[in-house]
């Protein structure tokens, strides 16, 4: 099997050694994400850090239990805690005002900002197409699930998130 590192090495940062089936070309692996394939609830199923990455790993946007909610009106809610959410914490996440615009640049580039706040926050956000397993998990990829790596001021990777979508009463 020959699989170009190239642009799949966002990818492969995240899950580890894929086990990809064979034949597989990375295009049929990981696509750009597109506007619908963002509007909705998500949760973040696996989550790490970037290589030599330098960041306050107490941060509480680096905790557990993650939720993003994209809206198709470009506005979006994030929320992230020590323990998953109860019910009704998940309805006001569902019902509370966004404070953070998003939009996709061309070949998927997600960009978010914050009411208020100058600075963008810019993710390479790629779609699973096909089914992909790391060895050291139990949680694999399966195809729709979206892969953001998080970017910084130099553009250089922060951290990784794999997010699987969720029903609304999840």
């Known amino acids: 099997m020959v699989v170009r590192v190239g642009r799949l090495a966002p990818a492969l940062a995240l899950v580890g050694l894929l086990v990809v089936p064979a034949l597989a070309q990375d295009d049929d692996v990981l696509r750009p994400c597109r506007r619908a394939d963002l509007i909705g609830l998500w949760r973040v199923i696996r989550f790490g850090f ?58 998927g580039r997600l960009m978010r900002q914050r009411a208020g706040v100058a600075r963008v926050e810019k993710s390479e956000c790629r779609v699973v197409t096909q089914a992909m397993r790391d060895p050291r998990s139990r949680v694999p ?18 951290t990784r998130r794999l997010l699987r979508k969720l029903q609304s009463g999840e």
Do not use: C, K
Request: glycine fraction near 6%; charge should be negative.
């Open 50 to 107: 970037a290589t030599g990455t330098a960041v306050d790993r107490a941060d509480p946007a680096y905790q557990a239990h993650q939720r993003y909610v994209f809206n198709s009106n470009a506005t979006m809610t994030y929320s992230a805690s020590e323990v998953p959410p109860t019910p009704d914490e998940h309805r006001a996440l569902l019902l509370n005002p966004a404070s953070v615009t998003w939009a996709l640049e061309a070949g």
């Open 141 to 158: 990829a399966l195809p729709g699930d979206v892969l953001l790596t998080d970017q910084g001021e130099n553009e250089r990777p922060i």
